[in-house]
């Protein structure tokens, strides 16, 4: 998955219907799987994903959506935060493991949180790249039916080498 560059001069902070418009025109998958961000703040995301685009025969939620319900959630908070910080950056998801610990007979939400983004800018800034691992748990309701472990990893975009 790549992360297109942030083309805006001011830093901001996005607000979660920005990063829905921009993960549905990016990431297509998302619109159609009925994805949205549901909250969004320095050190987390919750995103969520109805069951009805994602059912499969057995009327629970598709083991396929869990992944990348997992796999974008994580994503999305890493690139608001590049964003938030001014960062231009190309993201890609480098690993990603989904373990299923429960059928997801419903409304699922995907939590995703991270505590210590200025290591990684820091790294980032210094070598033109930067690794994060981070950890996705999906809820129906109160039950954990899934965990997504993920390793993500922000490059120099290749216009901002060329340019040097």
Known sequence: MLSRPCRS????????????????????????????VLHLDDHGIRVGLPLAPN????????????????????????????EQAGLSVRLVGKQGQCDFLAPAEGDCVAET??????????????LGRARQALLTTIRVGGLEVARHRGLYTALTPPSATESE
């Open 9 to 36: 001069a001011s830093v901001r902070r996005m607000k979660p219907e920005d990063l829905d418009a921009y993960l549905h025109a990016h990431i297509p998958l998302s619109r159609h799987m009925g994805l949205r």
């Open 55 to 82: 059912v499969n025969p057995h009327g629970s939620v598709f083991g396929g959506s869990l992944a990348a319900l997992g796999l974008v959630s994580a994503w999305a908070l890493l690139h608001a935060r590049f």
């Open 113 to 126: 949180r991270a505590e210590d983004f200025d290591t990684l800018f820091a790294s980032f800034r210094r």
